[in-house]
């Protein structure tokens, strides 16, 4: 059972209303449809890349989103040279370990980046989250492999030892603190037919958490819940994964109460 004080939507008329600004050091291939999903929200997407301004860019920011799916040694400089100034301006740091577990060059920029600045969303699919926290596993490029290990203890035990919130997408999303466990169950199967679904709640998460930084668990959830919902409104009026992605945008900006609280599925436990 969710706390009683969890209201989804008002998390999202934060968003709509303080309208963030979100800063991105992101995989070059989702980009785009990264910007536009925090755009559709109402908040101000920033995509800068450059050492020689990410400092200075997140100054402007409420919350700062790494995201290793295209990752160079250059770009892992500069995602530290962001997050450290972010970890002195007390700002969210969101990592998406996109990739983890695929080559022994992306784990090393992973352990990297968790060890040498303050990271305070770890977001991953099941086989990449269990392999930045020490086990043995495998990713298939950037898709999810099976991990036999109990997700939800992985979840924890990564959150606990990182004190971060860790989030885990699939078939239903967990998202763990030391304290608490959220369960989404929200979404469509048509997400996994676009290029960019995991990227795109990366930044879904990173606009949440700009409004919500004293509670990280909570704005991941949220963020999911909402992304979740509005791909079960949109899949109905697509055609296939091309039109899903069009109305998955559409469906997001026009995303009102009613809906919201009719579909949503989030269950928690402490």
């Not at 301004?53 to 250059?74: C, P, R, W, Y």
């Not at 969101?94 to 980046?113: H, I």
């Not at 791909?231 to 026009?254: I, M, W, Y």
């Amino acid at each position: 059972m969710v706390e009683q004080n969890f209201n989804v939507f008002e998390l999202l008329t934060r968003v709509r209303a303080a309208k963030p600004v979100v800063h991105h050091l992101t995989n070059w291939v989702t980009i785009y449809d990264c910007a536009n999903v925090v755009k559709v929200l109402g908040a101000s997407p920033v995509m800068a890349h450059a050492p020689e301004e990410v400092a200075d860019m997140v100054g402007l920011a409420s919350s700062l989103v790494l995201n290793i799916g295209t990752l160079t040694v250059q770009l892992v400089e500069a995602m530290k040279k962001a997050a450290g100034s972010a970890n002195a301006q007390g700002i969210p740091v969101v990592l998406d370990v996109c990739g983890a577990g695929a080559t022994p060059f992306r784990d090393q920029k992973s352990l990297e980046l968790l060890t040498e600045v303050r990271i305070d969303i770890i977001k991953g699919n099941a086989s990449e989250v269990a392999r930045v926290s020490g086990e043995a596993v495998r990713t298939r490029g950037v898709d999810a492999t099976e991990v036999a290990q109990d997700l939800t203890q992985v979840a924890r035990s990564l959150a606990e030892s990182r004190r971060a919130t860790v989030v885990i997408t699939g078939e239903t999303d967990i998202v763990a603190d030391a304290d608490r466990l959220y369960f989404v169950k929200n979404g469509h199967p048509l997400m996994t037919q676009v290029v960019g679904t995991g990227c795109m709640a990366t930044s879904l998460i990173g606009t949440f958490a700009a409004v919500c930084p004293d509670d990280l668990a909570r704005a991941a959830a949220a963020a999911l819940v909402v992304f979740g919902v509005a791909a079960e409104v949109a899949a109905p009026l697509s055609q296939g994964p091309a039109t899903f992605k069009e109305r998955l945008f559409d469906c997001l900006h026009n995303l009102d109460e009613q809906t919201l609280t009719r579909l949503q599925r989030l269950e928690g436990r402490v």
